[in-house]
């Protein structure tokens, strides 16, 4: 069974740093391409980052252009988003995608196997 489990979602102030980290059981996350949505209440999921390992692509929404970043501890099987200088338009509920060999989008028909989610709040 194919499963993601995400972790370290939380409060966090405007201005600070908060890591994701998101478990792969099943599969190997370095022959799929990656990625991390983000859904705010009363909002459409929305595409934040992705990276392709095998092909070696990577897009990002532009509001998380320099505050952002995907990686992949391909030993472990876990995926990462770091989130720096976060504002109160971060907040919602984060998830992280894998999906089919390729380019990477930051689309979500392109995933297939989604985690469970966790909230992340930015607030003072």
């Known amino acids: 069974q194919w499963q993601l489990v995400e972790s370290g979602g939380g409060l966090v102030q405007p201005g600070g740093s908060l890591r994701l980290s998101c478990a792969a059981s099943?599969?190997?996350?370095?022959?799929?391409?990656i990625g991390w949505f983000r859904q705010a209440p009363g909002k459409e999921r929305e595409g934040v980052i992705c990276f392709s390992p095998g092909v070696g692509s990577r897009n990002y929404a532009g509001v998380v252009k320099g505050r952002f970043g995907i990686s992949l501890d391909s030993d472990k099987n876990i995926m990462y988003l770091q989130m720096n200088n976060l504002t109160p338009e971060d907040t919602g509920v984060y998830y992280c995608a894998a999906g089919p060999w390729g380019d990477c989008g930051i689309v979500v028909r392109e995933y297939d196997t989604w985690g469970q989610g966790t909230q992340v709040t930015v607030s003072s």
């Open positions: 099943g599969f190997l996350l370095e022959y799929k391409k």
